[in-house]
């Protein structure tokens, strides 16, 4: 939670240029560097506070820094450094006027199985809520001889009934309907079969300590990132146009002139290509 660690980990990224001497063979080197303060800080102080502001004003210098030194580095300046965010994260949920109210996950975990109780016999259906998914107890449905898409569909239809819950979806509708559009399709590209919930929500913020902010939502102010590509091959030209973040993956493998990786799925950046 300090900005720190985003000073150590652009330190520790330059000991790989220079003694592995990347971009100094035929073929390319690619180097990834994540800065996970900005999150930390984000969502323990709010994005508003004055904690991330100071992190932001040293995180500019800490960048300054390091491309200073990468340019350097490479001969030519054959260097394509693309910046981008996973995600954003919400306003504060205490930055209003009023303080807004946030999602208590384990009253909500406590309700819905008190709502299979009624439903279904006394059981701990419920077996945790984590990351907007709850997962239920698959094999007590199972010895019960209840059909699980039920289940998850009914419990979906029940946690709506929440305040604090804006859509919920069935892992059932995750694996057997297709959403083409909307927060339904934004939902579905997170959800993974191997490791998601029975049913997957989204909504406020949920009640944590140091939690004043919160990611994983499918609200602009978390899908917007920036997507700036800076050096080899990018001219100076501003995108207006909406651009879906699957773009990077082949437009930095066209300008390496490599092959795209076998599961990329977007489009290439003509902006980029064509400059």
């Not at 150590?8 to 180097?31: C, F, G, M, R, T």
């Not at 946690?159 to 694996?175: C, D, I």
């Amino acid at each position: 939670d300090t900005p720190a660690v985003n000073t150590s980990v652009l330190e520790l990224a330059k000991q790989p240029i220079a003694q592995y001497k990347l971009a100094d063979h035929k073929l390319p080197d690619l180097l990834n560097i994540f800065l996970y303060a900005p999150r930390r800080i984000s969502e323990a102080y709010g994005p508003e506070s004055v904690e991330a502001e100071d992190m932001y004003y040293r995180l500019d210098r800490d960048l300054a820094d390091f491309l200073t030194f990468v340019f350097a580095q490479v001969k030519n300046g054959e260097v394509l450094v693309v910046f981008t965010s996973d995600h954003g994260t919400s306003p504060s949920y205490d930055a209003g006027r009023e303080e807004a109210d946030r999602f208590n996950a384990r009253q909500f975990e406590v309700i819905v199985n008190g709502f299979l109780n009624v439903r279904y016999g006394m059981g701990n259906w419920v077996l945790e809520y984590e990351d907007k998914c709850l997962y239920l107890n698959h094999n007590l449905i199972y010895e019960r001889g209840l059909n699980l898409a039920d289940v998850q569909n009914e419990v979906a239809i029940f946690a709506m009934q929440f305040r604090g819950v804006s859509h919920a979806l069935s892992a059932t509708a995750m694996r057997t309907s297709y959403f083409g559009s909307g927060y339904a399709r934004k939902m579905q590209n997170s959800f993974y079969p191997r490791r998601s919930g029975a049913v997957i929500m989204t909504g406020w913020i949920e009640e944590n300590d140091r939690c004043a902010s919160s990611s994983g939502s499918m609200y602009g102010y978390d899908t917007q990132v920036p997507l700036v590509f800076y050096g080899f091959g990018a001219g100076p030209l501003r995108v207006k146009r909406r651009v879906d973040m699957t773009a990077v993956a082949p437009t930095v493998a066209r300008v390496l002139e490599i092959t795209e990786p076998a599961a990329s799925e977007g489009e290439v950046l003509p902006e980029i290509i064509d400059f």
